[in-house]
């Protein structure tokens, strides 16, 4: 993961993206996000100030329930707060409509998902395309070549023409982390992205994930590995839906 990833312009890309505004690239302002349950009302998350500056890598750890996918859903807007404001990039999130949100995500967060979420009836590399369809990002006639560009990169350009099925679990998650940066997100967040694979293959993506890093992506990731939380400059601890404590791992730098 020595080498720059692709950016938009066909050149080695660093931070793609900077934040602008009040200078954080992530910004949440108490935050509250409650459900309608059949038993009233839930909330699940409470009073969320948040801030995340470029670059940094940060992991959310806390008991399940404590409202973990809930935060990282505030940010990529697959999710709205109940009260309070989101701002990435110095876009407010909170505030967009549901197309704007769809053309925005894609553009400007890449998601990585525990189970992968690959559609499985098109091959790995047309499924790495297929954000950049999506949101007319690169030109048509360059799309497959930077799908195979990044996929070589995460290691799978051996595969790139078999469907999800063909592939192992950790090839199949490479697949979702170079669909999550095929349009060059400034930030990608990942929701227990190692949690259905073995302890070897855990460790090979969190290594890709620190080359992203390295190479100035944001990048938000929930984890109940400790050894995995360890390996990140930042620990948001979440607990009944509030920040219980927020830890700097001092100089760490993947």
């Keep these: ?27 949440l302002r108490d935050v509250v996000k409650t459900y309608q349950t059949g038993a009233g009302e839930l909330t699940v998350l409470q009073d969320i100030t948040l801030q ?3 670059g940094e890598f940060v992991s959310v750890v806390g008991p399940s329930g404590s409202g973990k996918s809930t935060l990282l859903n505030m940010i990529t807007g697959i999710d709205r707060p109940t009260s309070g404001e989101v701002f990435v990039g110095g876009q407010a999130v909170h505030a967009l409509t549901e197309n704007q949100l769809a053309r925005w995500r894609g553009r400007s967060v890449g998601v990585v998902f525990q189970f992968f979420q690959l559609l499985p009836t098109l091959t790995i590399v047309e499924n790495t395309i297929l954000p950049m369809d999506f949101c007319n990002v690169y030109r048509r006639s360059e799309r497959q070549e930077r799908a195979m560009q990044l996929l070589e990169r995460v290691g799978i350009g051996a595969q790139a023409h078999k469907l999800p099925s063909a592939l192992s679990g950790g090839e199949q998650q490479r697949a979702a982390i170079a669909r999550a940066i095929a349009n060059d997100p400034p930030v990608i967040v990942a929701d227990e992205p190692t949690g259905n694979l073995d302890t070897a293959t855990a460790d090979e993506v969190f290594e890709l994930f620190e080359g992203l890093v390295n190479q100035g992506k944001t990048l938000m990731v929930v984890t109940h590995d400790r050894s995995l939380s360890a390996r990140t400059q930042r620990v948001i601890h979440l607990l009944d839906g509030r920040i219980h404590r927020d830890e700097n791992n001092g ?4």
């Design 52 to 54: 995340v500056q470029a």
């Design 251 to 254: 100089s760490h730098r993947p």
């Design 1 to 27: 993961m020595a080498e720059g990833w692709l950016g938009r312009n066909g050149s080695e890309q660093g931070t793609s993206n900077g934040p602008r505004g009040n200078g954080h690239l992530i910004d």
